[in-house]
């Protein structure tokens, strides 16, 4: 959980995908290309975009990073659905810039290359389905 909050944390934040690109670009994605696909993923313009990600990092200060449960001002949860698509595509994202992008480490680039073909994102969400099935069958017999 913990890193799809990284995924919406401040741009300062050294996961924030914006910190992938520097001052340049990375295999021909700029930074604003890439936002403006996860735009494009969800039919948002950038206010819209905005305001998504502000409710999204306003929850995940309140509840998913700083656990501050007693806070009067309560976030209000952007769709997960929505969310979810967003992730997505930064694995797009990151998949597309990694296809074209050359290393001086050919074994580590080999290793990602590989993860990234092996886990896509229907194998990736099909793997979080199995598991969250696990874990209500744990709640369930526990309770």
């Known amino acids: 959980m913990i890193h799809w909050c990284q995924v919406f944390g401040a741009f300062a934040e050294q996961t924030h995908f914006k910190q992938l690109f520097g001052t340049g670009s ?37 509840y998913l990073v700083h656990n501050d449960f007693n806070a009067r001002d309560r976030p209000v949860f952007p769709d997960l659905d929505v969310l979810v698509n967003v992730c997505l595509e930064m694995r797009n994202i990151i998949s597309d810039i990694t296809m074209h992008e050359n290393s001086d480490d050919p074994q580590k680039l080999g290793t990602i290359l590989h993860s990234i073909t092996y886990f896509t994102n ?5 793997e979080i389905q199995a598991e969250a099935q696990v874990l209500t069958q744990a709640i369930l017999a526990g309770g």
């Open 122 to 126: 229907d194998r990736l969400l099909a």
């Open 26 to 62: 990375l295999a021909g994605m700029s930074q604003d290309k890439a936002a403006e696909r996860l735009r494009q993923c969800i039919g948002m313009d950038e206010i819209q975009y905005k305001q998504l990600w502000n409710g999204a990092k306003n929850a995940r200060d309140k």
